[in-house]
């Protein structure tokens, strides 16, 4: 015999995009997030390179970016110590894709076009041979993400939100103006479930009869390298190479370098294929003073994306009480903030603060004759 629950929302998945939205419903609704993991955070929200870049995404992660910049320094009674701590971003690029900077320079904000004597006087581990043009972002900041999520978590919480792990949605019914969720130990009652699944989003759908809106995880990777003797890497901004070849940043006294993937696979527990790392990790040799003898570790997560790359977010145009939120591709924490207001304000049909972000995040875009 399962355990017995009702609640008013159902938020299923517990990474930034659950507990934010929990965080952000506020007091006076019963709300219960579920993970299927015995840990909250276990998958996509605890692999990010946790940075935070307003020029980063389409139009509409942008105006996202810039509305949770201020947020992140807001609530202090949760957030004790800055989530947001200085980074920068140096953006660089060879010979044959210096046009690129320009390009990016033209159509971001704060984004400083610099020489690439400049930049490598910020970070000497650059090769003079690689680098031929160079801007910089100064307002790129680290984000504390366990900060973030933990907080969040303690508010949702405080304001009686109940949390379980373990517990992964098998499938669930409407009927009768109400959700029926099955779990392994538990049959929930729910008015409203929402859909913070991550990489399972879809999946989840189809488990609770709900079409797909097409949401496509992509694999991306992070190697762990020595910082090589002779350098204090400590203060230097993230480096990406200006297409997304590769970028590094320098973390805990360790380089984290990225071969930027973007390989499409179904949602699971991910980890980097060997032959993804190893030829990034050459794109990045090309640009260095160093040699890759050694990885000391490496992992992998999956980023999201919906076809127009953008979050899916608000209630299903062919299911009452279903509500999206998914698709954060690569930007789901240093969105989260606004993101989760915006969800929240939308779930309790409120008019949302960013209301022109309605539409273009509808998941009802994505819907026949749209
Ligand atoms: C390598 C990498 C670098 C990144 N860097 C950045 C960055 O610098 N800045 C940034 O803003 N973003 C970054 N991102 C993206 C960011 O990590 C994601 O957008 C964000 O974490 C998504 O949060 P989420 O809560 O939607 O997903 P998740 O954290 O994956 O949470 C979804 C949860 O739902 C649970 N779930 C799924 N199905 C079920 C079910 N049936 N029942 C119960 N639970 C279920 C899962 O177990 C999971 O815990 C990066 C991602 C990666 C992989």
Request: include cysteine; glycine fraction near 10%; charged fraction near 20%.
């Amino acid at each position: 015999m399962k355990d017995a629950i009702e609640t008013d929302i159902l938020v299923i998945g517990g990474g930034m995009a659950g507990i934010g939205f929990a965080a952000a419903l506020g007091e006076g609704r019963k709300v219960l997030v579920l993970e299927q993991e015995r840990d909250l955070a276990y998958h996509s929200t605890g692999r990010s390179a946790a940075i935070y870049i307003r020029n980063y995404g389409n139009g509409p992660i942008r105006a996202l970016n810039e509305a949770s910049g201020p947020m992140f320094k807001a609530e202090s009674e949760y957030f004790p110590h800055p989530l947001l701590t200085p980074r920068g971003i140096l953006y660089i690029a060879d010979g044959a894709r210096a046009h690129e900077i320009g390009k990016l320079a033209a159509t971001s904000v704060g984004v400083e076009e610099i020489s690439a004597d400049a930049a490598i006087a910020k970070v000497p581990l650059l090769s003079p041979y690689y680098v031929k043009a160079a801007a910089f972002e100064a307002d790129a900041q680290d984000i504390d993400v366990h900060a973030l999520h933990q907080g969040w978590l303690k508010k949702a919480k405080g304001q009686g939100a109940s949390v379980l792990t373990g517990q992964e949605v098998l499938r669930a019914e409407r009927a009768n103006g109400s959700w029926q969720v099955e779990t392994m130990d538990h049959q929930i009652t729910a008015n409203l479930i929402v859909n913070a699944a991550g990489a399972w989003a879809d999946e989840l759908a189809r488990r609770c009869n709900v079409a797909p809106v097409g949401l496509q995880p992509l694999r991306r990777s992070m190697a762990v390298l020595p910082v090589p003797n002779g350098y204090d890497a400590a203060h230097w901004p993230l480096v990406d190479e200006v297409t997304e070849d590769f970028y590094f940043k320098p973390d805990g006294g360790r380089l984290f370098v990225s071969p930027c993937d973007e390989d499409p696979v179904d949602p699971h527990d991910a980890f980097a294929d060997d032959m993804v790392l190893a030829e990034g990790l050459h794109r990045f040799e090309q640009a260095v003073n160093m040699e890759v003898t050694r990885v000391e570790r490496s992992w992998a997560g999956l980023r999201t994306f919906a076809p127009d790359r953008s979050p899916v977010v608000g209630f299903d145009g062919g299911t009452e009480g279903f509500f999206w939120l998914a698709g954060q591709g690569g930007y789901g924490i240093q969105t989260a903030p606004a993101l989760s207001k915006f969800a929240a304000e939308l779930a309790e049909n409120r008019t949302p603060e960013l209301h022109h972000l309605v539409e273009p995040l509808s998941p009802t875009r994505f819907n026949e004759g749209n």
